[in-house]
C-alpha cells in the first residue's frame, strides 16, 4: 500500500516541483497529506497476521473503524448496527488501531471520523456495493481467501456486453465470463446465470464477487467445468449500473420494481436467448444453471417456479419464502404449491439452498425447507457460519460451481 | 442519489427490522446515518446548474469541498494543490456549498473535513486513479458532457483479457474495447492502442476515461470508424491493477519501471501479435494507431521512436522532450535527431500532438515542437484550455478517435 513517494525531499525547489508533479498526477492529491509530505501506510499488515489501520486526522476527538467482520448489535437507537472499535490518537495526529490474527479473508471497511464515514485515505482500493454502500477493500492472503485472487496461469477474461431487452424496453448491459482457453476453443460451453442482491448491479459480483478470479481458479485446479457465467443487472428500473446510465421509470414494486417479476420475465426472454444466439453456448436445460444471492435468490425461486423447464442447476442463496411485504414486495403464495410440484416434476439435478446462521432472512430459509419438505422435494441444504455478507457470497459461488454440469 | 429509504418510520420494531435489514443489505451502513434516519442529498443538481455539495459533520470545525474545476495555487508550504471552497454549517449539522452554473463534464471532487480527506458519503459513485487517488463522481449532462455518457442505441462492448507477456514474464490484463456490431460481423477492425499515465493502470480508461462511451458515441455518430481500442496496464512491475494482482519486482527504473521500456518493447512483442492473433483485425500500419498521456505519451514516443514502421497514426498528449530526470526516468537523447529522422522518413499519416496551456508539461512540448520543427517533421499541434487533467484526455481521446482509419 506504500507509494514510490514515501521519502521526504528536502529542497524546496525539489519540494515545489514534487507537490505540483503529484498533485496533477492523479485526479487531484490530498494537499495537506502531500504539503506535510508524511505518507501514512494503511492498512499494514504484519508477519503475525496483525493488520493496522491508520488515519490522520488532527482535529478529530473519536476515530472509529467499522469493519464487516465485526458483529451486528444494538445501535442504542432501537435499531442495529455494525459495532466499532476505537483508535487511539498517537503521534503527528495519526491515529491508528491494531487488529490481531486476522483471518484471509476479503474485507470491507471504513472509518467514522467525529461520525463522518470516511474511506481510508490512505488506501486506494476502494469498492462500490449497488446504490447504498462504499468501503474500502483489505485483501489479507491465505488459503481461505486464495480463490479470490488472480494467480499465474491460464485466465478467463469479463466483458461488459450490451443487449436489447424488448421486455423492459431498454438496451441493457451485463458482465459475461469466459473461460480460460474459450478464445483459442472450438468448444461449446454450458452457462450460469449469477444473479446479484437487493440495491446491487451488473458490477457487483465481477468486482464484491471476484467472480472471475473464483471460476479460474476452480476451473484450472479442474474443480468446476470450463462454463460460462452470465452477470446481469436484477434491477429492471435500471439499463445499467447508475454510473453508467440513470435509473428509469417503471410500473414499480418495492425497491427499483424489484417484485414487479419483469426482470425475471426479461431474463428469460432477451437474456438467455441472446447468450445463446451470440456465444458459442450448449442449449438444453442440463446446461444451464441459475443463482443468485437474496433479492436474486428471489428472483432465482420466481424464474424456476415459473418455468420448470428451463435450468437443471439451482441455487437459492440467503433467501427463503420470507414476506417482504414491508418493502411493497408482495409474492404470490397461492400458486405455491403447484409451483414446487411442477418444479418436482422437472426433477432439476442440483436444488441448492445456502444461508448463513446469522443471516436475517434464515427464518424464511426455515420455512421454505419446511414447505419443500411437506412435499418431498429433493434439495441440499447448506448452512454457513455468518450473515447476509458478500463473504458468504463468495464462499457459495465455489462451493456451487463445482457441482455444475458434472 | 436519494435512497428509497428516505422516510421515517416511528413504530420501534418496525425502526428496529428497518435498520438490520438496511445495515445488512450493503457491506455495512453508515450506521449513525442511518440510526438518525436523515438522508443527506449530495451532489443535488438544480434547474439552473446550481449543484449543491452537502455532508453531515456534527462535530467539524472546518469543511471543504476539492474538486477538480478548481485551480491550482500555492499549498502555504511551498509547493501547488488544489484550491478548496469552504461549506458553511446549517441545520441538523448538514453543511453545505452552493457552486452556481457548473458546465456539462464529469467532475470528481472530495471534501476535507478538519483536514481529513473524506469521498462524499451520500454519493457511491466513486472511482480510483490508479495508485495515487480516489474521488467522488459528479456528472453534469450537457453538450460538452455528452460523449461521456451511455446512451440508448448500438453498443460495443469492453473485455478484460489476460494475455502472457514473455518479455515481462507476466501473465497480463488489458481491456479491449470492441465496437457496436462487432459480434454480429465478419469484419475485420483497425486497432487503436490507447495508454494510461504515470501511477494508472488498466483500468483507468475503461472507467475515468469513459472510452467506450466516447467510441460507441462516436462511431454511432459517423465520426469515427469502427475499430477495437486495447487499454494496456503500462507498468511493467504490474500483471495487472494492484487491486487485483500484487506488484512484482522487475529491474525498476522509475516508478514502477517506467522508463525501463519494458513496457514498450511488450507492447510491440506481446501485446499486438496477441491483439493480431486473437481478434478479427486488419494488420499493417496503415490499421494501427497508438496514443497515450503523460507517461502513456512517453510510451508512445518511445514505442513510435524505436518502431517507425509500426503504427500510421501516432497521438502524444500531454508529454513532450521532459527532462524527468528527477522521477529516475532517464531518457537517451543521443538517439533523437537519428530517430526523429527515421520516423519522418517512415511518414505516418497523423502525428498529434496534444497538451493544455496550464499543464505542468507545457514546457516539454515546446521543446518537443522545436525540435520537430527543427527536422521539418509534420504534425499537428492542438493546445487545449486547462491542465494535465482526464477532462482534457476525454476530449482529446475524442478529437484523435476521428482521425484514424479515414
Redesign the interface.
Known sequence: MK??FSTGRKP?F???????????????????????NIPVVSPEMGEDGTVTFR????????VQL???WMP?GP????????Q?TSLEKGEDDVWSVAIPAMEPELY?Y?F????????D?AN????????????S?LYVPGPASDLY??K???????????YESPTLG??R?MFVYTPPGY??SNENYPVLYLLH???GDEEAWPT?GTA??ILDNLINAGKAKPMLVVMTNGNPDQ??A????PPVEVASAG??GMASMQFEKSLVQDVIPYVEK?FPVKTGKENRALTGL?MGGLQTMNTTFENPELFDYIGVMSMGFADLS??GINIDHSKREQQILALKAAAPKVYWIACGKE??LIESVVTMRAELDKHDFPYVYRESPG??T?TNWRIYLSEFAPMLFQ
Open positions: 507509494t514510490p524546496a525539489k519540494n515545489a516541483v514534487f507537490a505540483l508533479v503529484i498533485a496533477a498526477l492523479p485526479l487531484f492529491a490530498g494537499a495537506q497529506e502531500l504539503a506535510q488515519i490522520k486526522a488532527p482535529e478529530a476527538t473519536l467499522s469493519g464487516n451486528f445501535d442504542g437507537n432501537g435499531g442495529f448496527a455494525q466499532m470491507a471504513a467514522m471520523v467525529d461520525g463522518v464515514r470516511t474511506l485515505p486506494k482500493n476502494i469498492v462500490r456495493d449497488g446504490r447504498f454502500s462504499t468501503a477493500v485472487w488472480a499465474t496461469g491460464p485466465k478467463g477474461s469479463v466483458r461488459a456486453v450490451w431498454l438496451t448491459r478464445e483459442d442482491g437487493g440495491g464484491l472471475a478470479n439499463a445499467a447508475f454510473t453508467v446510465s425497491i427499483g451470440h437474496s414491508r418493502f443471516d436475517f450473515g447476509h458478500w
